[in-house]
């Protein structure tokens, strides 16, 4: 019997020749790996995590430590507005505050020639007191949150009755939309602090903080003192201005 032309040769298995020569022309199927190719190694895996976090000093880094504060903020705001009815009330009943403060008037709290600089240095005072309060693990930025708000609402009630609650807005808004916000987020730097202790004692963290993380927060830390800056020149002759030219 003629060997056919697409037998193998004798003493050699099909699986050997299509293993070792696909050009002979043998129609033998082979089974396809499923795996892929083992990658190559990340060089950055080393890298702590932030390292890919967008860049510190760009739209997106802000907007990313700004959403990392945020709740922290609502909270710290939360605390100021919620003790301003307090301060109304201590008015009512007459208790004498700046007395118990050590002060005959409030005109003795502040120098005579108030500047734009004092307004800055007692704002930026208060905003790393804030800050540092996560030492005294929250009690001090607690504390400071709640006297402020009690103020405003001790000095406001006795203005609005007299003034008005326009001259009030007035009064407080133009630089407040700069001040207030930028105070909160201090106590909200002081927050987050705090609650990274937390979760980092219950397992719910990896790290403390990341380098990413720490960046964003000195980030967080410019932008309030210049917005602190601002509204300290806006209160010393926009506001000023404004109340002498609606009210004289």
Do not use: C
Not at 199 to 204: A, E, G, N, S, T
Request: proline share 6%; net charge negative; charged share 20%.
């Amino acid at each position: 019997m003629t060997d056919r032309p697409d037998d193998p040769p004798d003493g050699e298995s099909a699986t050997e020749l299509a293993d070792t020569d696909d050009d002979v022309g043998w129609s033998f199927d082979r089974e396809e790996s499923t795996e892929s190719p083992a990658e190559p190694a990340d060089p950055t895996e080393t890298e702590p995590p932030g390292h890919d976090d967008p860049p510190t000093l760009s739209w997106d880094g802000f907007a990313l430590a700004w959403r990392e504060h945020s709740r922290y903020t609502a909270f710290a705001a939360a605390l100021f507005l919620l003790s301003i009815p307090l301060g109304v009330a201590l008015w009512e009943v007459g208790f004498d505050l700046f007395g118990a403060m050590g002060f005959d008037s409030p005109s003795e709290m502040f120098p005579d020639d108030i500047t734009a600089l004092f307004i800055f240095l007692n704002n930026t005072r208060a905003f790393f007191v804030f800050v540092l309060g996560a030492l005294t693990g929250g009690i001090l930025t607690t504390i400071g949150l709640v006297f402020n708000g009690v103020l405003v609402g001790y000095v406001v009630t006795p203005a609005a009755a007299q003034e008005g609650y326009g001259f009030v807005l007035l009064a407080l808004l133009p630089h407040g939309v700069l001040e207030l916000p930028a105070l909160f987020v201090g106590a909200a730097i002081a927050y987050r602090f705090l609650a990274n202790i937390v979760l980092l004692v219950f397992d719910r963290r990896d790290h403390f903080y990341t380098r990413g993380e720490l960046k964003r927060t000195g980030l967080l830390v410019a932008v309030s003192v210049v917005a602190l800056a601002i509204a300290a020149v806006v209160e010393m002759h926009v506001t000023t201005w404004l109340l002498d030219l609606v009210y004289g």
